[in-house]
């Protein structure tokens, strides 16, 4: 599976996302404490909001750890909101289009999970998304098939519903093969404004998601820490594993539910797979 | 587009085929005299016959005039069979799932030309390769899927005729979407015993295709030139474009028509696409 | 060898500099028209100034016409000063620390050309260089090494007297092994403020080496062409063949000088090699 | 630093070697349980004799877990000597010139450990290599860099009284240089008949290093394994880290000593370093 990131606050320089924090995602890439492999080695992605009508991407299949021009990248470009990713390939071909996040238009998607027994499902999905969509998967994933579902369920007008009826349609595709516990996932996908993050799996016992406390309470507890002070009240990380050990720093995603990351209030809510409403097709196997 | 070559005979050391030649593929990659682009230098695979049950494959998304490490396996790897490809990418990305030749179990493929309009034609095609087939399309261009639906219409059984009704359907469904020629091609494809090379395009005009002369009409002809001593009679090679500046050496294989290198005659007949004869689905658009 | 440009002025995004003009580095980097090699596919680099202390560097040994992040990168950062550069390799390998631009603190070096029979003469240039500076050279390049004779003879308090006497060595050096013509160059060096752009070989027959005449004569001249219109009248483009036909828009810069790009009145002045004052330690060979 | 392994015997498959024994070199690229890092993922590279008059180099800076060539060559490669190694990067660059083994004419050379505070001593040590030797050196590791001082000092003659010297000289180096212990390595090299493998450090507590107990002794306690069956009598493995539980298969080589595989008997002999007799030039520093 993989970790990620996702930063949403006062415009910071990539590296101190990427690189200060003790328990740092690059860090996180050699050895990582919550994940299900210890090592993300498998390439890595960075998309982040700024310069341009689109957010910028940059993903490799190099090894984070030692990758120049992402430590390059990290040092001189500010964003108010970025997303990381760190993979370790369950499988598919270790390439830069198989690299997280994904884009569609302004829109960013990462997941850290598994479509459980891919192979056999995959054409039945791929067949569920929109034609006019289609050409535009260009990877092998399960991670960028399952965007691209979202994206058919109206990821653009309402992700929570979109994510749950993409959710609901590959679970029936899996059940209708026989796959047991169909899907694994945290997500998170943003429009460049606010931040989606999912928690769910099939079997009720998902892979970890945190979310930072706010800024301002950190900043009381923690006078000593200097990158706080800098950020706004309002910036928030969502990840998959800490980045630190501050106490009270982190609080965790519940099971089978999903945070908004937005101006104004954040919210937290129940997250439920629907079956979308127009039938599935089905292949028959063997 | 690309450039190929295929070699069948004595077994030689591979840098004999891909660097010695005066106009070898490796000097083709840098400057191509008949290609449809004068760079090559989006990736390059070589498929090879000998140790083991199926060909070995080496792929690359470097440009193959610079790898060290094709030249050190060129150097130290002898085959009586051996394909080699360097690529221009016609848009799809320059990644190692993408460089040919493709293979499926003792078979090879590679491809120069284009399935014309891929994105709008392709979920047509992708869906209808078998469906037991579809899980090892892992990249993302058109000859792959070229590929895979002459392997779901008999490509292991009988090459002409899979590949004669591949054709039939990627003309129907390009015809049935609008596109005025849809396909450019020469192919090459093998068992690890004999060479099957096609020519053809919807236009009428396709990619140059050359067959070498019997070695032995070669050796008479050309007593100094010392590596044809050492080939047996047997030995012939199929490219995109002549190697050399030999007079005689080389012979274009005529417009719609496919060779036949193999154990006694080898032969050269006529190509006619077939629509199959089962439906073909067509995805309307808009 | 190899092309190259160096921008000065407004900020700009950098895919304007490198993808949108007639002839651009990137157009180049697959048919150069005036380099010494049509293809210039052996890595690229770019260095720009903007966020951050230092330079950002990006260098890769793809191709640049294909490589996505480089893409992604200049699409998506604006700077006021920006080089770039495509390398086809006169032998050193082909690896990211081999990519122009070359940096040390804020200084960026590139170079067009070459230091002749570099393998034979190499030894004697590194033990010339500052032993302070030597643990910095990390690539296997002439130009990395021509670069630290540079910063030994003083690059970062005068740039032209510090390239005049890093040649004066290179042709004292070249000389005492039998180098018939030991330097070819054009070279861009930069502190982030001022541009110098040299010209120069031992033969007296240099690569060729632009600069682009007054935006404000550009604008008068040519009102149709809508960049011009955002540039202030102090941008300025070096670069090692012209990006476009406009007429009166590129002036060649003459055999054996410099020019500088800076605050005020650009210079153009006469250059020639010193051998510097402190002896040099030749080798004997065989 | 590094793991690696150096097979002698019967011409096996390479992915024998690489990929099938329970803690094999691939495994330990993920995740190695004795290495001073648990992830090796900077790199790797094979050397294997076979066809052609020098043995063959397959490196590369992907890592190894996921490198499609490497698995195909290792499954369709077979060789009776071969050396692989995997690579953690102690700070040079992580690019293909830096990947073990290194080759000059029959021989390769690879290391596991560390030249001490080599950015300090590193032109002292270039500057001892050799002038014919020097321009050989293409990338900028320290284990380079003691490959070809031991060349300078005999390796082609008599290879432990060579690195007797290239350590005693390293050593002499580093102690001018206040650094504290100035080596750490276990070392194999080859002429592609024996193979010599050293283990010492300057502080006397070096990387580990173990040999396979005769394959005679081996297949007698193991009747159940088939590998062992079918490799002759002479066959031998030296390894950084046993590559299976085996029970009695695997023998510690003790500190400060080198063994020796060759036809007759293996020897084990002391390693003590010796100054080289002509004097050292240091640099003064400061």
């Known amino acids: 599976m993989c970790r990620w990131l996702a930063y949403s606050g006062s415009p910071v320089r990539i590296e101190e996302l990427l690189y200060r924090p003790k328990h740092s995602l690059i860090v996180q890439s050699l050895h990582s404490d919550l994940g299900a492999e210890t090592t993300n080695g498998d390439g890595f992605g960075v998309g982040w909001y700024g310069t341009g009508d689109t957010p910028g991407l940059f993903r490799s299949v190099e090894p984070a750890w030692n990758d120049a021009n992402l430590r390059e990248l990290a040092a001189h470009v500010d964003s108010p909101l970025a997303f990381a990713h760190i993979r370790a ?10 690299c997280h996040p994904f884009r569609h238009g302004r829109r960013l998607w990462m997941h850290n999970g598994v479509i459980r027994e891919f192979p056999r499902v995959k054409r039945d999905l791929v067949l569920a998304v929109d034609p006019s969509l289609y050409p535009e998967i260009i990877g092998s994933t399960d991670s960028e098939v399952f965007f691209f579902l979202a994206l058919t369920f109206g ?3 309402d ?3 979109a994510v749950e009826r993409a959710v609901g349609l590959i679970e029936e595709v899996g059940t209708a093969h026989g796959v047991a516990h169909p899907i694994q996932m945290t997500v998170a996908t943003t429009d460049g404004a606010s931040i989606w993050g999912f928690r769910y799996s099939s079997e009720g016992s998902s892979r970890s998601l945190f979310y ?3 800024v301002a309470t950190l900043r009381e507890q923690h006078p000593e820490v200097a990158v706080l ?12 594993e800490p980045l630190g050990d ?3 720093a982190w609080n965790e995603v519940p099971e089978s539910s999903y945070g908004v990351i937005q101006e104004g209030q954040d919210e937290l809510r129940p997250f439920a797979p629907k079956v979308p409403s127009r039938g599935v097709a089905i292949t028959r196997s063997g």
């Open 246 to 248: 501050l106490a009270g």
């Open 229 to 240: 002070q800098e950020l706004s009240d309002e910036s928030r990380l969502v990840v998959s």
């Open 89 to 98: 390939s369950s499988g598919s071909p270790v390439q830069q289009t198989n």
């Open 212 to 214: 930072s406390t706010s």
């Open 159 to 161: 992700p929570p519903a």
């Open 155 to 157: 990821l653009e007008d």
